[in-house]
């Protein structure tokens, strides 16, 4: 229940949906591009990288300094737009 009030404290627009799939082309052209990547590779890294992505909107948008609460948090908020993204891939 805690993760669901930051959500509505932090962002409740859904912000951080927004900023990640406004941030997901660049990081699909530098990091992601099948052109560079295997398929295993692809699959490798493209999770912790999104992960990261969504840890680094928390850090920018909150105060949260407990890095355990920081990192559930980020992958409470990554649910949503993962799917998307990997529903639109």
Excluded: C, W
Excluded at 57 to 78: H, R
């Amino acid at each position: 229940m805690y993760l669901i009030e930051l959500k509505e404290k932090y962002f409740p627009t859904n912000s951080h949906k927004t900023e990640a799939m406004r941030l997901i082309p660049f990081i699909i052209e530098d990091n992601l591009s099948y052109k560079k990547l295997t398929p295993y590779e692809l699959q490798k890294i493209f999770i912790p990288i999104f992960i990261n992505l969504l840890e680094l909107i928390v850090i920018e948008k909150t105060n949260i300094k407990d890095l355990k609460l920081l990192k559930g948090f980020s992958l409470f908020l990554l649910r949503r737009p993962f799917d998307e993204l990997l529903l639109n891939f």
